[in-house]
């Protein structure tokens, strides 16, 4: 029988709805690979036992049999971000304050997967509270890349882009508050999206910044991520943030068809600091599209250097906010000799958290403070502003705006961490559609002479996904897509 793990998520639908493979097979397939190749990519933090996913592969079966359950990824085995919470199911965050954390509801997105019938087959590993761009910050180690084992993943969502890329799953949820989908996806050479900020419900998403994090697809393919999309995409009236849209069929936009398309690649991204080869690549993939209708030009965005002290400034202060709820009174690590409650909490948190967490809740708490709140904050607020309105006046001229994910290739272990600054600065090309609330698309279009995956990353108007889905599934057709070293192992 054909590796089921080298099916993508639709096709591997597609063979469960004829019959071909059963849910339990699937299912079984996912968890004889995690075991194969875990112990090299410490991609997850928590797997099912083989009792509980099957039982649940069984029910799935059953309905899909039965006629109930007739969506795409019906009986596809999945893996979830650990910051998203999964009644019964541990969440931790990747960090040792949420150590013990089971929490008694699910999330939004995670149960909308469910009720489609998606199986479950554990939670991955991630930068500790999403903070970090490696998947080093975790308390339970770094995640290794698959395409080679002394380089980093990127982060946050290093465990799901790692898990699709090895092919122990064949697709994962992440979440994107500053590229932590797109930037991963590129170092692992696996397809990501970030819809437009509340397309996808947070509920149950722990927060790291409310006003930047979006939940999002990681999977082999466009086609996947534009049907997982379709699928978790809803209004959810517990959360604030969540929008009601009514143009969410993104697999109509699956289409071989750039004719006339106006394409912008911003000269400010193609500057100092991007590798030579990931340059040639983007320019290459530039030119495909070109080749097949799109219309390619240079233009100045503007403000790009300003995006990223912007967006450390909003997110840590977000994060400072967030986080204080972590303080070992109502569940989590609790440290064991306090004296009194405040002493309580400086130990919880100071033993329970990360060296990269407490510096953003500081980094945070200071731009707070009343002294710095005018200078740094609503200054930040202000270069938001600013920068979704230079976005806004590209989007008057062009359909799509392409550019590189990330400046380089995945750099090797240890690299970043000893360096935070550099590792900040690596977020360049994604934090601004964060910040804009915009939808980005990251897909496979190199390999460098190290052998290690580049991304492509294409950016949309607000709410305009069909169009980056459109032009990233063009450019998909025009070349083949190498696998991981890793992902052939199980076979």
């Known amino acids: 029988m054909e590796n089921i793990l080298d099916m993508t998520a639709v096709t591997l639908g597609k063979k469960i709805k004829a019959k071909e493979i059963t849910a339990p097979e699937a299912a079984k397939a996912a968890l004889e690979a995690i075991r194969e190749k875990e112990d090299k990519i410490n991609a997850f933090v928590t797997v099912l036992d083989e009792e509980t ?10 309905r899909i049999d039965a006629g109930e359950l007739t969506g795409p990824l019906a009986g596809v085995p999945v893996a979830i971000k650990d910051n998203m919470c999964t009644e019964g199911i541990l969440t931790t965050c990747a960090s040792n304050i949420l150590y013990n954390y089971i929490p008694t509801y699910t999330a939004t997105a995670v149960k909308i997967l469910e009720d489609a019938g998606a199986v479950i087959v554990g939670k991955t590993n991630m930068d500790e509270f999403a903070m970090g761009s490696t998947t080093e910050t975790s308390a339970f180690g770094a995640t290794k890349n698959p395409w080679n084992l002394e380089h980093v993943t990127g982060g946050s969502s290093g465990g799901s882009c790692a ?20 930037q991963p996806s590129s170092f692992c050479g696996v397809t990501g999206m970030k819809p437009t900020y509340g397309t996808v419900s947070r509920l149950g998403l722990i927060a790291y910044g409310s006003s930047l994090d979006q939940i999002g697809p ?6 996947d991520c534009a049907t997982i999309l379709e699928v978790i995409s809803s209004h959810d009236k517990l959360d604030s943030t969540s929008l009601e849209r009514d143009d969410t069929r993104f697999t109509e936009a699956l289409v071989d068809d750039v004719k006339g398309m106006k394409i912008g690649i911003p000269r400010d991204y193609l500057g100092e600091g991007l590798d030579e080869e990931v340059k040639a690549a983007i320019l290459a993939a530039a030119k495909a599209l070109e080749g097949k209708g799109a219309v390619v030009e240079e233009f100045d965005l503007g403000l790009v250097e300003y995006a990223i002290p912007a967006y450390y400034v909003i997110a840590c202060a977000e994060a400072s906010s967030n986080l204080s709820r972590f303080d070992g009174v109502k569940y989590g690590y609790r440290t064991e000799e306090y004296d009194g409650l405040h002493n309580m909490y400086k130990k919880s948190r100071s033993e329970g958290f990360g060296p990269e967490v407490k510096r953003r809740i500081m980094l945070g708490s200071f731009v707070l403070s009343s002294g710095y709140y005018d200078a740094y904050y609503l200054k930040a607020l202000r270069v938001k502003a600013l920068i979704k309105q230079a976005f806004d006046d590209a989007f008057e001229k062009y359909d799509v705006i392409l550019g590189p994910a990330a400046p380089t290739t995945a750099p090797k272990l240890g690299e970043s961490l000893s360096d935070p600054i550099r590792m900040y600065l690596g977020d360049i090309y994604t934090i601004s559609v964060n910040l804009a609330g915009l939808p980005g698309i990251t897909v496979p279009c190199g390999i460098d002479s190290g052998g290690l995956p580049i991304g492509l990353q294409l950016i949309g108007d607000c709410f305009m996904e069909k169009n980056i889905i459109r032009a990233a599934y063009s450019y998909e057709q025009t070349r083949t897509f190498g696998h991981a070293p890793l992902a052939g192992e199980a076979d």
């Open 218 to 223: 990681i999977a082999k393919d466009v086609t």
């Open 163 to 182: 898990a699709v890329a090895a092919e122990e799953i064949p697709y994962a949820l992440g979440s994107d508050t500053g590229g932590s989908i797109r």
């Open 53 to 62: 996913v099957l039982k649940r592969a069984e029910e799935v079966q059953s």
